[in-house]
Every structure is written in structure tokens, then in C-alpha cells.
């Protein structure tokens, strides 16, 4: 009888050793397609928020012209610089004056992108002050 137990004690962790979470991993890294999907990643930055969401809605209408699968566009925190200045330049030191600029940033994701929508995007003009950076993720 104490032969039975010793058995099903060593059945149990074999199988629990096929249950890990590593094995597990495992099979879901074999079972993954293998084809890759190729997104390009748009960043947008602007100082004034209305010339950035006239530039991004541009971004969005071309990419829909040539049936690309758009994902966006995402707000980015807005980047806050400030700074603060003294107003006279030498005995009123109370007096000072701050001043602040806002960076703001979206984020746009094309799925697979073509070839075409890739030339459409940089034929593409945008207003002065619009920074845009391009990746193929």
C-alpha cells in the first residue's frame, strides 16, 4: 500500500511540470503565426493644438483614401516647459515674471501600410510649426 502512494506521488509532479507557466509561454510562441505585421508609427508634435488636430485629421483622410487601417490618433501627455525670469536686472528681486510653453503630441499607428500610402504620406504638406517622426515598428 505505501508502494501505491509513493507511485501517485510521483505521477503528480511530472504533470504538474507540464503545466508551468515556462511551458506554457512555450506553446504560445510555437503557435504564433509566423507572419509578421508592419506598422508605421506616426508621432505628431505641434506647439498650438488646433494646427496639430488640422495636421493629424490630414494624416487620417489620406491614410482612408488608400483603405489603410489607421489606429489613432492617441493624445500624448502634453510636454509643460516653464520658465521664470526676473523682471529688473538688479534690486527688484520680487518682481519676476514666468513664462511657459506647451509641446503637444498624438500618435498615429498604420497597420500594414502600402507602398502608395507610404509616397501619399511623405507628398503630404503640412503647416509650418507641425513636427512629425516617422517609424516602421
Do not use: C
Not at 485629421?57 to 493624445?75: E, H, L, N, S, Y
Not at 509643460?80 to 528681486?93: E, G
Amino acid at each position: 500500500m505505501a508502494t501505491a502512494t509513493a507511485a501517485k506521488s510521483k505521477a503528480k509532479p511530472a504533470a504538474k511540470a507540464a503545466a508551468t507557466p515556462r511551458a506554457k509561454r512555450a506553446a504560445k510562441k510555437a503557435a504564433a503565426p509566423a507572419a509578421t505585421e508592419h506598422k508605421l508609427r506616426i508621432r505628431i508634435r505641434a506647439y498650438e493644438h488646433k494646427i496639430l488636430d488640422l495636421s493629424v485629421k490630414q494624416i487620417m483622410d489620406t491614410a482612408a483614401r488608400f483603405d489603410a487601417i489607421v489606429v489613432g490618433p492617441v493624445p500624448l501627455p502634453t510636454e509643460i516647459k516653464r520658465w521664470t525670469v526676473n523682471r529688473s536686472t538688479f534690486v527688484h528681486k520680487d518682481a519676476r515674471e514666468q513664462f511657459e510653453m506647451r509641446i503637444h503630441k498624438r500618435l498615429v499607428d498604420i497597420m500594414n501600410p502600402s507602398p502608395k500610402v507610404i509616397e501619399a504620406l511623405t507628398n503630404l504638406n503640412l503647416p509650418s510649426g507641425v513636427t512629425i517622426d516617422v517609424k516602421m515598428v
